[in-house]
């Protein structure tokens, strides 16, 4: 491990343009449920009940009062020191971004800027019939499902499975992956597609890929390095 992470730091020293993936594991220690394994949000919850527009559109109250129950519970948390490492990183190199598949804006109040936010943002909403996108932090939702002022229904911006994510931000997030140095990947399980396709495409580029994880997961076997590890722990010791 102290071999691996010797490694990951020299790279990291000489890097110009580092691009950084994370996934709900960064979140974890702050208290944010993650999504599969024992402890998971789909533990209790089947994905296609509740995050599918199918389910949105059969069911929007229950939809929306699982989304409420998971503002309430992010609300009060705070960044941790993986954010704050990853923070850390975006003011170390000359190029950077970090692509996150994770709602809940952490990333944004330990202070990263340069954020692709690729399966949307749980504090914002949008309009099903105008697309119009608003901040909204009112916890719980005065009334659910809450509604547009045209009188729509307001959805989540969040991507849900089968709908495409935002075209200009994965293509920034493509650009970011393929013209890297060095590409961390943290805290995710590299299941879902199209993230869990960027660490192999990034490497297929010629990039260094460092991956922080407890578990082994579909990457594993070909990243350069593989931190076994909380990121709260390995992230600080990577910078
Ligand atoms: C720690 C830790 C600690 C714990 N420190 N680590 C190609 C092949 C097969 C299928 C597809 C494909 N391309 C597209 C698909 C379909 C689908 C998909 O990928 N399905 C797979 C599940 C098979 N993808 C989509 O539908 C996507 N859309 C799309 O591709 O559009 C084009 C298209 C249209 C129509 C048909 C086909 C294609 C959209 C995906 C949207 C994903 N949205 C979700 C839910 C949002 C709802 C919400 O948040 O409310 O986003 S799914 C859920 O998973 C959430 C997450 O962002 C995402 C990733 O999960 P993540 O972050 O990896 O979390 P976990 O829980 O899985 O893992 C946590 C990890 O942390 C673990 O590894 C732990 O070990 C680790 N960990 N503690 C560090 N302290």
Redesign the pocket.
């Known amino acids: 491990m102290t071999q691996d992470l010797d490694v990951a730091k020299k790279r990291l020293a000489v890097a110009h343009r580092v691009t950084v993936l994370t ?4 979140s ?2 702050s208290g944010v449920p ?4 024992a402890e ?1 949000l789909w533990r209790n919850f089947r ?1 296609e009940e509740l ?1 599918t527009p199918q389910a949105f559109a059969n069911d929007p109250k229950l939809v929306w009062d699982w ?1 409420d129950w ?1 503002r309430g519970l992010i609300a009060p948390l705070n960044p941790n020191p ?1 954010h704050v490492a990853i923070a850390k990183m975006e003011g170390q190199f000359p190029e950077f971004l970090l692509v996150t ?3 809940d804006g952490l990333h944004r109040l330990a202070g990263n800027k340069k954020i692709a936010e ?2 949307g943002n ?1 504090w914002f909403t949008r309009c099903t019939d105008e697309g119009t996108i608003a901040e909204n932090r009112q916890v719980p939702m005065p009334e659910i499902p809450p509604r547009c002022r045209c009188g729509a229904l307001l959805r ?1 911006h ?8 935002d075209y200009d931000v994965f293509q920034s997030v493509l650009s970011a992956c393929r013209a890297c140095d060095v590409l961390v990947v ?11 396709s960027l660490a192999g495409m990034a490497k297929d580029s010629g990039a260094f890929v460092i991956e ?4 082994e ?1 579909p990457i594993t076997d070909f990243v350069d390095v593989h931190l076994r ?4 722990e390995m992230l600080p010791l990577l910078i």
């Open positions: 996934g709900a594991g960064v974890a220690e993650t999504f599969r394994g998971g994905p995050a989304y998971r993986g598949q994770n709602v690729l399966h749980i989540p969040i991507v849900w499975f089968g709908e495409s994510l943290a805290g995710t399980s590299s299941v879902v597609h199209p993230a869990a922080v994880n407890p578990e997961t590890g909380k990121s709260g």
